[in-house]
């Protein structure tokens, strides 16, 4: 029999392999390096700023339809939603590779509560919606009265 020298350390090597495979296996992978690139699962980026009319969301949509594109406001939440299609004329297997996504999106906003839904203004324009979203009228403070006795 051989004699081994014991190297405490040894093992941690493998219990973080174990650990790692544990998380892999127990959440889903999100694709992000340059060989894995998920399918038909998109979020359009937005660019959110402040006029001095109002708060603008500009959504970057390239190659999606103006009819295919929905903006609807409930309950103070502004949802942009949509979907973009995918080229039918050619079949998956003539790809060498394929990195633009297809599919449904949406993405929500929260609104001031005092915004009146009928007064947000969108253009969709060069595949860029841009959606215009007023400030609301400030409260004035009422001033109330009392009699004291």
Request: charged residues 30%.
């Amino acid at each position: 029999m051989a004699i081994i020298k014991w190297d405490p350390l040894g093992n941690i090597a493998t219990l973080q392999d174990r650990i790692n495979k544990l998380f892999d296996d127990s959440f889903p992978h999100q694709a992000h390096d340059d060989k894995e690139v998920p399918l038909c699962a998109w979020t359009p980026s937005v660019d959110i700023y402040e006029t001095d009319q109002g708060v603008v969301i500009a959504a970057d949509l390239p190659g999606v339809n103006k009819e295919d594109v929905v903006v609807e406001v409930k309950d103070n939440m502004m949802t942009i939603s949509g979907e973009r299609s995918g080229d039918t004329e050619r079949r998956a297997t003539n790809y060498y590779r394929r990195e633009r996504i297809c599919g449904n999106f949406h993405r929500s906003f929260t609104l001031h509560a005092m915004v009146l839904p009928e007064q947000i203004k969108a253009k969709f324009k060069n595949g860029v919606l841009t959606v215009e979203i007023p400030k609301p009228a400030e409260e004035t403070p009422r001033q109330i009265s009392v009699d004291i006795e």
